[in-house]
């Protein structure tokens, strides 16, 4: 793959246009572009699919500028206060994004717009072409079959918004590269969110304002960060046994992995998941003890919305003062019925991916404890 400077040139090539924009993303790239060629040790089709990747989310800063140049008024309209779902992975937060998308009363972010967000949707003649493309490099497989719920219109996660700004949970998901993932861990990624909120307003332009529901577990590593560009957002956390969660990241990072690389590294997976999501509870946790900010919460235990998805919704929308309308229900109720079962796989042995429960519980140790708070269960 060629170097990150080599890469600008082409996207410009391709799009036709010259700007890029605030130039923060460059330093993630250089770095993503560099632990590539390093330490990916990527096979034909991932070197492929990452390079392709990159120069698509190149393109469409390219895009996007071009549109706020011809549109400056685009960044005058106001973001109605969202509702960010911030949760550990694998806790049924994909399934609450989906059920929160049959209101018709919000806006969410639908995986191909995630995909391509240029032109904005209102100036597109229906239907849009854009519908039901993939929203990431895996596309139509067996392994983003198997673990998202599907639709047309389905609900996507701010990670492709995010990786606009080349940081991304994406990239680490999709290859092994150490280097770039110590450096994310440790970045600010206020432009990140800045710019995450520049496109969603280019994705409103010419649309009635509703509120925004988005969410990605990635979230819970930059609290601090995503608060500062969104200081009026509400969150919604879903709870799950950390050990349940940790098995069944790494297994999709594994199967993820599988794509783009002939050497599969498990161990590392189960490492860098473990530590992770430890270290982003841990943030969470610093977050919600700040004066104010834990009851900007609203907490859902992954049982709970098992045993009674549309009732703990409600709970939710009790708790925003907005009303579950007859179509909404009838939305969710279609949703659920079509993908309860979502999670269909033989779980494999945690020592295959180097994991010992005792010590995922015992880093997760903080958050145990205040799960038993937040989101008791059973309930009492």
Known sequence: MEGYRDLLDVARNEAGLENFGEDSFLEPLEILSGSIEREAKLNAAGEEAMRGLILRYLRQRLEVEEWYRLHPETADRPLEAPLFGVSLPRTGSTALSFLLSSDPGIRYLRAWESAQPFPPPSTVDRPDPRRGNASNAIGDTETANRYTPSGIDGAFECLDLMGLSFCSQMFIAYAKI??????????DLTSTYAYEKRVLKMLQWGEELRPWRLKTPMHILYMDHLDKVFP????????????????????????????????????????????????????????????GNDERFYDIHFRAMQEDPIGEV???????????????EEGMKAFWEENEARERYDKPDPAFFGLDYDDVRKRFAPYLERMKGWAPWPKA
């Open 314 to 328: 409600r709970g939710l929308y009790d708790w925003l003062g907005e009303e579950v309308t007859p179509a909404f």
């Open 232 to 291: 009026d957002a509400r969150f919604v956390m879903t709870h799950r046994d950390p050990t349940d969660v940790i098995l069944s990241v790494a297994t999709i990072y594994a199967d993820l992995q599988h794509y783009f690389t002939d050497e599969p590294d498990p161990v590392f997976a189960g490492e860098l998941n473990a530590s992770m999501w430890s270290e982003g509870m841990n943030r969470l946790i610093a977050f919600r003890d700040k004066p």
């Open 178 to 187: 150490p280097t770039y993932h110590q450096w994310l861990m440790d970045a």
